[in-house]
């Protein structure tokens, strides 16, 4: 669909069994939302025109800013997915899932856990060819994530975890301390993190950085009141007695 004035489309798409499935036209929603103009799209696909309403914010027409807008269609989502073929919208991700043993009672939150994991998906994980490349690859990867979600979300935890075990198995120590560090810059107070980074410096005989990650370390167990500080302080007790043998 193209925009409509100097809107950014948005069609919702995963939340197409709660509202596609009918064939009824849309209510005038009371919310705030209109129909700001209904569009008849040809569909090669379907081999039949179909009828989307395109909901605008109330007072869309007086102003010349930028609003997103919510795209409906008067059908069930199998003609949905054939319109999204036809039109290709620029930017649009989707997939498509059939719960056929659920209904319009327990179909709700189905589609939420989905369509989240399914809109996360890239921010979960990192993929393998970037995560080969090294962590400057993987930081251009997280800033490419803050332009789609259009916030600094950077990458998950799990997904920086599970790079950090790859490197250790793959014996790439650099790689280890500089991903670890990417991981703080997001989260600067999390003690794990502080205390893997410290053993990954001792791994690499780097003992003075070693004594100053776990030292920050053990200050964040105590700052976030963990549970596990006994960890923390063996840990910062065992490289004092590595740098300062009796």
């Not at 259009?150 to 500089?178: E, F, L, N, P, T």
Request: charged share 20%; with cysteine; proline share 4%.
């Amino acid at each position: 669909m193209p925009e409509t004035r100097q809107s950014r489309c948005i069609l919702i798409a995963l939340v197409g069994c709660l509202s596609f499935t009918s064939c009824q036209r849309a209510e005038q929603p009371g919310n705030g939302i209109i129909i700001g103009e209904t569009v008849t799209v040809s569909s090669r696909h379907l081999t039949k025109d179909m009828i989307i309403d395109v909901y605008l914010p109330n007072g869309y027409s007086g102003k010349s800013g930028r609003y997103p807008i919510l795209a409906t269609c008067q059908s069930h989502f199998m003609h949905v997915s054939g319109i999204t073929a036809d039109l290709k919208p620029r930017g649009l991700k989707w997939e498509y899932h059939p719960f056929l043993d659920e209904d319009h009672g327990s179909i709700a939150n189905k589609v939420i856990y989905h369509g989240l994991k399914f809109i996360f998906s890239n921010w979960t994980s990192v993929p393998a060819e970037i995560a080969g490349q090294g962590v400057q690859a993987i930081r251009a990867y997280a800033t490419g994530l803050n332009k789609t979600f259009g916030y600094d979300i950077g990458i998950s935890k799990s997904a920086m975890w599970r790079v950090v075990h790859s490197y250790r198995d793959q014996r790439r120590a650099a790689d280890v301390i500089d991903l670890l560090k990417l991981s703080l810059e997001y989260e600067p107070n999390a003690e794990m993190t502080w205390l893997e980074l410290g053993r990954a410096y001792e791994a690499n005989n780097e003992l003075d950085q070693t004594k100053t990650a776990l030292e920050t370390a053990y200050k964040k167990a105590v700052q976030n009141s963990s549970p596990h500080l006994g960890i923390f302080t063996d840990a910062v007790d065992k490289i004092h007695r590595k740098l300062n043998p009796e």
